[in-house]
């Protein structure tokens, strides 16, 4: 046995190490502009179809090129699918991260590298891996120009060999990948080859990682988040798109556009949407309202720097109750911030969006399929309570490959509320378009060009009474907000309810509180305390506000309360004090992350253990 294998073996704790199948974080360290996410996307699916559970996330500079990037692919037979705060193979192809990279790996650790950076240097308690990628990638693309790109495929032929996954797989990924380049196809496929000969011929396996096949992801689907609500948008009837491009929203509206094109156009080439790139993101917001005050379903998508540029026509929707619908694929602020980073930092400011006194209706998904369903919620909440919905995404979720059973086909029809018709208003007489008539604080509303002299109203974002005629009367103003107010209160109990998961038979002590991307963190972190520690937790996954009474009874039956979430502030928390009885605050507590990596399990363990005192 060489040296450096007694030392790693010694780091290890054993003489030979022990086998580890479909549990590893895989870490490609490469440059931004290198065409690695053609390569990396090829790895994840090839581990994909081989029936393991697996997730991908992307951790990309904001400039166009030339700054570190890396990607992470985890892949895990319990699946779980958060990230992993440890790294334990890392395929190093960036010179100026390299040695940061491998210092900053636990002892056992695998380095696949570029020869020329002489990494295993560094370190006796790393598994090395030297290949000359250069070498290896002259003869196979003779075009000096195209070698960067395809020297990435190089190593998803050398990471296949040494993780026995399957190239059929491989080919499959790739061939699906460039579906529509078969010359772009076969060229990559020859450098795939090329990796995985010369680690069969020149690679002595010495870790202790394997992929296997496994029936984990029979049926499913890859998708990111982005994609998944374009779909879902389509589906619930979105016919005017308005937006402004920004990261990392824009590929939500460049998806949809290809979508609607493709199933959105009749026969006669005419096109049923409207599809606009307005000048900045007020001009998207306020065409956003033009469209659903004139009985269109329309939306923008956006992140934070718009949604704050939103927020005085927020107030006019709010007050003047026009429907509409805002995604807001969540990053770091404030200000520019880190855009390419993830947060879920917009909770609170966007709950009460605009000047005065203000509540919006927030849904906030956690997977690919809730980006699909919750697309259909937020269009039907929005015309039923005549008001904007924000639909709260995050760059973790909206960018990023996540596997999934295929979506629902919707199975409830499209809810329009409450919408006046000619027949209805000759039945009726008349209408007062603020004015509750059913108890739920939702007025009667006409749309433009309904033929009846009665339909007509003022549509007023400043005050006015029931009949929509301009009012400063104090007694007129009052009625009206506490009327809005009313029906915020009523959709408490029709946007999507809470999940819960029991910690054990016996209800715990201990809680914890999430939404959004976090859940799958907890998910993991909660089989952690279970395993570890002897603790069992509840768990309550909220998926809207205003809240549900489930919320409330969750903490009335709880000693203590975890709040987890990925902002500095505690704002998922600071929504809940404000709707909970004063004797029950004291009852909660915050876990909150802000570096702008997605949330990973062992974080929120150690933690809430520390919190806990153990």
Known sequence: MATTDVALHDALGQREPKRVVNNMSIQVATVNGSGSQSSNTVLLRSIFQMGVPVSGKNLFPSNIAGLPTWYTIRANKDGYI????????VIAMNAETAQEDVMSLAPGAVVLYDEPLNLNKARTDLVFYPVPFDKLVAPVCPEAKLRKLVKNMIYVGVAAQLLGIDMAEVEKALR??????????????AAVRAGYDYATANLTK?????????????????????????????????????????????????????????????????????????EDELAAIGMVLGAGWAGARSMTATAGPGISLMAEFAGLAYYAEVPGVIWDIQRVGPSTGLPTRTSQGDILSTAFLSHGDTKNILLMPCSVAECFSMAQDAFNLAEQFQTLVFVMSDLDLGMNNWMSDPFEYPKEPINRGKVLTKEDLDRLGGFSRYKDVDGDGVGYRTLPGTEHPAAAYFTRGTGHNEKSGYSERPDDFERNMERINKKFETARSFVPRPEFIAGGKTKSKIGIIAYGTSHWAIIEARDQLRDEYNIEIDYLRVKAYPFSREVHEFIEQHDRVYVVEQNRDAQMLCLIKLDIKPELVTRLRSIAHIHGLPLDARSVTDELMTMEGK
């Open 82 to 89: 958060a990230r992993k705060k440890e790294i334990d193979f």
């Open 176 to 189: 699906k990948q460039f579906a529509t380049k078969v010359k772009a196809a076969n060229l990559n496929l």
């Open 206 to 278: 010495q870790d202790p990682y394997f992929i296997q096949r496994m029936d984990k992801t029979q049926g499913m689907i890859i998708i990111d988040g982005n994609s998944a609500a374009a779909l879902g948008c389509m589906f619930a009837g979105v016919t005017v798109v308005t937006w402004y491009p920004i990261t990392p929203s824009s590929s939500l509206v460049e998806t949809l556009i290809d979508y609607m094109k493709e199933h959105r156009i009749n026969p006669d080439g005419k096109a049923t949407f409207a599809i606009v790139q307005a």
